[in-house]
T-cell receptor, first 115, second 114 residues
Framework: DQQVKQNSPSLSVQEGRISILNCDYT??????FLWYKKYPAEGPTFLIS?????DKNEDGRFTVFLNKSAKHLSLHIVPSQPGDSAVYFC??????????????FGKGTLLTVNP | DTGVSQDPRHKITKRGQNVTFRCDPI?????LYWYRQTLGQGPEFLTY????????KSRLLSDRFSAERPKGSFSTLEIQRTEQGDSAMYLC????????????FGDGTRLSIL
C-alpha cells in the first residue's frame, strides 16, 4: 500500500510559467514533508520542506503548500526554468520519539521545462 | 561544503559474491541513513544510525545485509551472497539530529548482479 502518491508521472510546462507538482498521502502520522529534485545519475537533492504546524513554506522560486485535512501537498515553481527539468520526489515522515528519520517517498514526477 | 560521498559509484558482480559499499556523511551530521532505489520507484528506507548506534532496520534488510558505522563517522553496507534482486541503486543520506531536519543524499552506488 503506497502511503505517498504522486499521481502524475510527468508534467511539461513552458519556461517562465508556473509548475505545480502534487502529492497525496494516506498516513495521518506523517508530520514532516519534503521535496527532492533528482537529475539522472545523481542522488536526490533536497529542495524544500514543511512541518505539519505550517501550511506554507517559501524559498526563492519554490513554495510548498500543505493541506492537512485533504492530506495533500504541492510544490510550486515560479518562474520555471529549463534547468528545473528533473524528476521531483515527494517524501514524508512521522515523528518517532522526537525524530523524523524514516522517509517514505512517492514514485516521482518528471518535470520538463521547455524553452 | 563537502556533501555526502559514496564509493564506489558502480559495482558489477556475479551472483553469490559479497559486496561492500562505503558512505562518508557530511562531517557535522550525526545521523546516517541507507536507502535502496529501483527503477521507476522512489527510494526505500533500509536502516539508520545515530552516531555509531543502529537504531532501526527495515524488514527489507534481510539477514544477508549488514550495515555498520563503527566510529560514528563513515558507514559500510555489506551484502553477502548477492542475488539478482539485489540489483538497485543504494543511496546514503545524512542529517543533523532532532526534528524537522532534512536528509541530504549522496549520488549512490549502482549495483548490477550478473
Amino acid at each position: 500500500d503506497q502511503q505517498v502518491k504522486q499521481n502524475s508521472p510527468s508534467l511539461s510546462v513552458q519556461e517562465g510559467r508556473i509548475s505545480i507538482l502534487n502529492c497525496d498521502y494516506t498516513n495521518s502520522m506523517f508530520d514532516y514533508f519534503l521535496w527532492y529534485k533528482k537529475y539522472p545519475a545523481e542522488g536526490p537533492t533536497f529542495l524544500i520542506s514543511i512541518s505539519s504546524i505550517k501550511d506554507k513554506n517559501e524559498d526563492g522560486r519554490f513554495t510548498v503548500f500543505l493541506n492537512k485535512s485533504a492530506k495533500h501537498l504541492s510544490l510550486h515553481i515560479v518562474p520555471s526554468q529549463p534547468g528545473d527539468s528533473a524528476v521531483y520526489f515527494c517524501a514524508a515522515s512521522p515523528n518517532s520519539g522526537g525524530s523524523n528519520y524514516k522517509l517514505t517517498f512517492g514514485k516521482g514526477t518528471l518535470l520538463t521545462v521547455n524553452p | 561544503d563537502t556533501g555526502v560521498s559514496q564509493d564506489p559509484r558502480h559495482k558489477i558482480t556475479k551472483r553469490g559474491q559479497n559486496v561492500t559499499f562505503r558512505c562518508d556523511p557530511i562531517s557535522e551530521h550525526n545521523r546516517l541513513y541507507w536507502y535502496r532505489q529501483t527503477l521507476g520507484q522512489g527510494p526505500e528506507f533500509l536502516t539508520y544510525f545515530q552516531n555509531e548506534a543502529q537504531l532501526e532496520k527495515s524488514r527489507l534488510l534481510s539477514d544477508r545485509f549488514s550495515a555498520e558505522r563503527p566510529k560514528g563517522s563513515f558507514s559500510t553496507l555489506e551484502i553477502q551472497r548477492t542475488e539478482q534482486g539485489d540489483s538497485a541503486m543504494y543511496l546514503c543520506a545524512s542529517s543533523l539530529g532532532g526534528t524537522y531536519q532534512p536528509q541530504h543524499f549522496g549520488d549512490g552506488t549502482r549495483l548490477s548482479i550478473l
